[in-house]
């Protein structure tokens, strides 16, 4: 059991037979009373002899024991009011209820359930000066023993306290009740929009039965973000993919920004990009099929169809700003350099001001690291495709941030030394207001007002969307959002002493993935599973192939998928919006097997982490082992059989890493016909297998 420390002067005078069960509720008038009594009572003990026997919860009660006197207190209880039933009509004079006191109150007042009484007090009397005695519990009998509630407890105290006051006409004290009702009120309406708030969104989704057919789409192109048509020099096609495939193209109007295509059925992508003349593509858009609700059942035709083409890169592209930016004013650090984690040095930025590496597969995810003079290092969780801003903090807007928020030195000195998270809450790329944000452990949110200046009063973001964490520990980070009446699932990051971590948090609402659940080394076996993204509560369950609708506010998320004993609880990392989610189950007993093959055993604070890699024979490496220490790898054929003396994978077989160093970690698989390396951000667990699956020929 666990008390508060004021309980311990208060006997109880009740005792179940079979142990000692005692509730409470801070807001109940029994745990006032037990606050008041600390500081005001007189003693008056009469000792229970020590007999040997001791009462303890499970134990029955000494019945000797029991009948001793117990101890008594005298209790005088400041500023509890015990409320009557609500009257509408005027009352004859009638006694008010309150710890230490009794008045009557005036005719013409009437005592409602929750509204106050207005009477003046003085406070400097509302004690008695001389305190008054209880008199002497009888003795009881077992018929006496019924489990009475701490609020039923307090309520008798009270009763007997007032019996004592009837002569008395003490003041009556009703301010400290007021604003303690509007505290609880203001508390209760917090806990309320809280739960509104904790809804988190994964459903089942069943696509427009009219999409099974052929179909015209027509539309508009749009370029954003400083894209433009050239000429001769770039072209822009429209398509129609599915895993990878591209299985129909369209026609553009240039000149008036139109396009039109036919396909077969509106599943997979609708895809339109510009191109170079030797096929780089510089910008791209695309939407999910899938979302076509509006499809007339008489025609086969969809008309207004908008496509919004973005700059996109080939490989990782940064560009570092100050922290000092905002809204469309991007300032640039001309003295930046950005590395990837275990991949590339420092590079300094081009005339374009970007950091660009080129050699990352567009569906890659990383850790990359920004650095500069006076300012804190950078680290962000980025994704290949698009231009990434990454924001660096100069040293005097860090420390101002941690001397407006600490007041003690050594406070302040041990913020400096830790890690700062910094981010923004964006909906189409423009800050969202009235969102929270937490972060798993014991962290409080830094919300900044409309002046960027942090203020202690806000509980959510402001117009501009930003909030901060300091003093944070280094490792492993888990952070989520509460906004729109959604609860959204968690973003992993790293964090790391005198870094600043910063997190963009793009809210995107009703994504819509075809999750595919299988038995890798049964494939024709019917399985279900049941799937939640991690971060949140609910489940969804799923079999073997079906639609999935969810809100992320992030690009980077993970799903968790359960099915039963006899597979491992496994983890995949999931970014942008993907239309296919592969989620192979792996048997615990295939697991095992691996491990006993390579003669090694399950330490104790690891994880292990399982590939498959679809059309190219690869190799791999992991991040996060110490210098000297190796990763322990076994590559495994289609069947899932260990290939033995391979160093490296086949093409549709895979890999499993043996004792992965704990946390989030970077996987690099190098295919071995082609130049580029794919990468994806991996969490390490010991509950869990963290899954990757991958295809080189997989281009939406």
Known sequence: MLFPLSISNVDFRTIVKSGLSVSLNKASPAYAAFEDVRENFE??????????????AGQPADMKLIQQVPRQRVLAMRGMTVRAPARNTPVSPAVVYLAGSAVKTPKTIAISELGPVNINFDPDSLLDSKPRAFTPAPKMTEEDFAA?????????????????????????????????????EKENDEKEQSKKEAVASLASFTPNPEGNRPLWLNGQ????????????????????????????????????????????????????????????????????????????????????????????????????ISGYSYGQQHMPVADARVEIQAYTQGQGVNEEGLVVEPSLNRT????????????????????????????????SLVEALIDLELSHVSDRKEALASSVVWGQLTRNGLPVQGGSVEMAGDYRPIYFNNMFLPDKTLKRTSANGLFAFIRVKPGVQALRVKANGR???????????????????????????????????????????RIRLVGTDNELALNKNQFVAYSVASDHFMVEA????????????????????????????????LYKHQNTGLAPGHGSIVGFIDDQDFEVELT?????????????????????????GVAGGGFIIFNAPLGLQTLYIHPTQSRETYSQVVVAEPQYVHVVAWAASAKQ
């Open 148 to 184: 009475v509630t701490p609020a039923q407890r307090a309520r008798e105290l009270v009763e007997q306290e007032l019996q004592a006051a009837q002569a008395s006409n003490s003041p009556l004290l009703v301010a400290q009740y007021k604003a303690r009702q509007r505290e609880l």
């Open 364 to 395: 890659s995810s990383f850790v990359a690291r920004a650095s500069a003079k006076k300012h804190w290092s950078s680290l962000v969780v980025g994704q290949a495709d698009h231009p990434q801003d990454v924001r660096l903090f100069s040293n």
């Open 221 to 320: 192109i749009e370029m954003t973000g400083g894209l433009a048509f050239t000429g001769p020099d770039t072209h822009i096609e429209v398509k129609r993919t599915l895993n990878g495939e591209t299985l129909e193209r369209g026609r553009i109007w240039i000149t008036e920004g139109k396009f039109e295509i036919h396909v077969k059925k509106a599943s997979g992508y609708l895809v339109a990009e510009l191109q170079t003349r030797d096929g780089r593509v510089l910008g791209r858009g695309e939407m999910n099929l899938v979302h076509l609700t509006e499809i007339p059942r008489k025609e086969n035709r969809v008309n207004d169809i908008r496509l919004a083409l973005r700059p996109t890169t080939m490989g990782a592209a940064f560009r570092p």
């Open 624 to 648: 996060g082992y110490a210098r000297g220490e190796q990763v322990q790898i076994l590559y495994f054929d289609a069947e899932g059989k260990p290939l033995e003396s391979k160093k490296t």
């Open 562 to 593: 359960e099915a039963g004993a006899e597979f491992e609880v496994s983890r995949m990392t999931l970014t942008g919006s993907p239309g296919l989610v592969n989620v192979p189950l792996l048997k615990r007993d295939w697991i095992y097997s």
């Open 487 to 529: 609860l959204y699932p968690a973003q992993i990051f790293p964090t790391e002493g005198k870094h600043v971590s910063y997190v963009e948090l793009e809210v995107r609402e009703k994504i819509v993935s075809q999750f595919k659940i299988f038995d890798v080394l049964d494939m024709n076996r019917p399985v279900s599973a």
């Open 43 to 56: 003693s008056n003990d009469f000792e229970i002899p020590d007999n040997g026997i001791r009462l303890s």
